[in-house]
């Protein structure tokens, strides 16, 4: 028996319309200060925690306010700011250690702020689609129930038009790999996202 193992990066999203690891920070801060019309502001119409996470990035982050209110291309974001990986272990490290990022900045106010932003990247990770369109098993009705209320808010970005065929690409490829005579393979993951 052969044994074949598929580790899937972000880059095995990329083809889907979701973003690369480099690319959640910006994004997140683009529908963070959003102020077009009709755009989509992060976390929809719940202003007080866009302002908690807000205060939050400014705190940690002295100078992000000035330099996002320069003008300038947002696609010039990506090389200039740090991952959100960074950002997070930054405040994992805090929470941990009890310390606060300044002395008008509480603990238990940076354990929110860290929560606001897995609810960012849920927001920019998550299709607007009912949970009932999904082929997933063993998904307990109360986080169904609550993920169809979610998909039915404007907070979430549409699938890209060739989605469906490059998800179904990259899905043949895996069950043809799975379907050789005496080959096993395991599938490991690293994504934010639960697409393939």
Known sequence: MSETVVFLGAGASRPLGLPMTADIFPLLLQRLLSKEPGGEPLFGSDAVDRERLSTCL???????????????????????LLPITDVLSTIDYLLLSSNAPAPDFTVPELARARALIERAIFELLVRTESPDTLRMEGVPDVVRDEWRRTAELPLFQKRPP???????????WLMKLASEPGRRVTLVSTNYDIEL
């Open 58 to 80: 400014n705190t940690l982050l002295p100078g992000l306010a000035d330099f996002t209110n320069k003008p300038q291309d947002h696609s010039a974001w990506r090389d200039k």
């Open 162 to 172: 060739d989605h469906q065929n490059e998800l179904s690409r990259a899905v043949d």
